[in-house]
């Protein structure tokens, strides 16, 4: 991760209130700034500051102050929108599965999740429901246009509505766990970043490593490696392959309105083309006895 060093654009309040002494830049995005810091203790930390369209990670940050440091980073202070953030290194999980591979990658992605689900005193308030969380899907599906989508997103949604009916062993989720999510260099190993702070039936919590990581088409739509990714998280979920499948399927139509949002058309979303592909590839596959 590339940075550069940069000590006027975060304001003086901050620095005094969280003693830093410089900071590098990571990040500007359309939800926050993001900046490595070096406290006056020479501590490492991660400075996020959320913007308007930032406000749906307020979660995520409950989600870490519940989790308190276990498979995730710990939220080290918060003020309104701003966030000190434990420094859990820059070396990804898609970094890590391209020099190790996809199995080595995948016992990271159970070990992390195990600690994420592993219990932790009362649940944390103020998270979001997955009802809420799929509400995109639940508006697009009504009003599509595009042909392409219409009938695909009425099937996510269908499956999603028959889902949150059944949910089992409710709990706090992550809510966003993919390869560029997970992360190490630190002395606390492999560890959760950017949460979404949801609650709700655990089987969601792996449901958007089926469309990850970036730049991997072959992979995400590859049958064998979808049914492999059904067996590995079944277990250690403790439910059916099934589930697991439907609740990745539900995700994609759901990232596929996420993404519309953005980019407006389908033709101009690299990612709601990759998630409309596989929602092609999966609902053959979860009629398959086979799976």
Not at 2 to 17: G, L
């Amino acid at each position: 991760m590339s940075e550069s060093v940069v000590t006027s654009d975060i304001p003086d309040e901050i620095k005094r209130r969280w003693s830093i002494s410089s900071a590098f830049f990571l990040a500007d995005t359309a939800s926050s700034v993001v900046h490595r810091v070096t406290l006056t203790d020479g501590s490492s930390a991660i400075l996020k500051r959320l913007k308007p369209r930032g406000m749906g990670e307020l979660p995520g940050m409950t989600f870490l102050e519940w989790r308190q440091g276990q498979g995730a980073v710990r939220l080290l202070q918060k003020e309104g929108t701003e966030c000190l953030l434990e420094d859990a290194g820059d070396l990804t999980l898609r970094a890590h599965r391209l020099q190790h591979g996809e199995d080595a990658s995948n016992a990271i992605i159970c070990r992390v999740l195990q600690r994420l689900h592993a219990p932790g005193g009362a649940p944390a308030g103020g998270l979001t429901t997955l009802d809420q969380h799929f509400r995109s899907l639940f508006a697009r599906a009504e009003t599509e246009s595009d042909e392409r989508l219409r009938e695909p997103l009425q099937y996510s949604a269908e499956i999603i509505r028959e889902l949150l009916a059944h949910q089992q062993m409710v709990k706090p989720l992550h809510g966003d766990l993919h390869h560029d999510n997970i992360i190490t260099g630190g002395p606390r190993g492999w560890l959760a970043i950017d949460p979404q702070g949801l609650v709700g039936d655990p089987a969601y919590d792996v449901a958007n490593i089926f469309g990850n990581p970036l730049n991997a088409l072959p992979d995400i739509v590859d049958p064998q490696r979808i049914r492999r990714l059904c067996d590995i998280f079944s277990e250690t979920l403790d439910c059916s392959r099934e589930k697991i499948l439907r609740y990745a399927i539900a995700h994609a139509g759901a990232s596929i309105c996420w993404s519309l949002e953005d980019d407006g058309r389908l033709d101009e979303s690299e990612n709601a083309l990759e998630r409309l592909a596989f929602l092609t590839v999966t609902r053959g596959l979860l009629n398959d006895l086979s799976l």
